[in-house]
């Protein structure tokens, strides 16, 4: 493995120490508002408004839960007034303990996406502004008490001593923030299919990794191809029923994500048989449409458009509904790199900031005119098509996160964001 990936990997900066709590009896708690815990978290978090994310792109569903962890309703001081309701649902939890306290909470579900959160990427330029701190995508299962997490690469760095898949791992045990996303509506049964698919692929993880399932560096060389079948989900499933179909697939985090969602409706007990079949399993279904590289949301916004790979911080800006200049003004802070910010990051994610930004300078235009007066509109539509000529239909570590921006009753939406946790 390179040095540039060991640091990819590896990187996650300490930050300041924040908010101090005492253990308390746990008690039924809701994610409450306060000014001055709003301030401190402010300071600690420092991340840009389009880090942040309107209200709508949270879960619907109430919660009303017993816990000593801290929960809190921040609001970002960018977008005070705003009728976006611009911020983050905070659980400011401790690290010992964090496993089984989120799993007896109820705050972490089976199936939710663990989106690896790196505020120090905020403001360092449009590679990392446009990933809104994203680097990595873990899934979560709820089993004998605690939160489990099942990521790929699957080794001991993400899984833990053992492969527990704990959250103990180096990755989870040196990161200070994680964006909780849940798909919508997954049933009882769902959720069951989903852990006994996991417990399958963490128990055998030595065994298959690498040989059967190994780990695919370019996020750019998405398996899934637009109008055929996705067979690489077939042979995830094979490889989980001890089938061992020939070869290896390789796959990146979030991609073995989307293709252990993709496996809800198949109860793996009894969907041997469909899987040594020759065709597709008529129980595979896809968890969320692969985006774009950019979308037609802010083009048409009808219930049947949807967002792009590219279009976080748009979709975030979009929805403060600024008049123009400000408007523009906040889209061209997306594009730029403050020295401050790109000092902070690895090594490796600094080279490829770097090395990215003159890619980006097309999207900025694209930024510009997405939106505003018609002229503009039609010479962002054309940039559009070249970006999607360009970058194959892919599901990245913030895709999850960009399609819970899409408005609650669009067809495209299957995400919802439900909390972002701050470890101590």
Known sequence: MSRTMKLLRFAALALAAGLAFSASPAQSKEFTFSEKANERMARKLNIPVFFALPASARSAAPINVNTT?????????????SAADLGLRLIVTKRAGMAQRLAKSGLIQTGDLLLTFRTEWGGAGAYTNIQMGVSHTGVAYVKDGLVH???NPLNEEYLGARMRGDLTGEHYGTLDYLHVIRPRGLSDAQRANLLAWATRISTNAKRVYPSQISFNQDYNAPKYRPGKPVDFVQR??????GQNPAGTIDMFCSEFAWSLLSLRDCDPAKSGDAFKAGGMPACVHEPMKPMAATGDFVFSRSR?????????????IDALKLPAAERTKMLERVFVANPGSLAKLSPGHKTISEAMAPKFEPLENYYRGAGAGVLQSLKARVISKAYIRAIPENYSPTSFLINALLPPDNVNRTMDYVATIVIE
């Open 69 to 81: 962890d801290l929960l809190i309703d921040f609001k970002h001081p960018d977008a005070k007034g």
């Open 149 to 151: 997490n099942l990521d």
């Open 236 to 241: 995830l499933g094979q490889v989980a029923l």
């Open 304 to 316: 049947n458009s949807y967002a792009g790979l590219a279009d976080g911080p748009l979709l975030v």
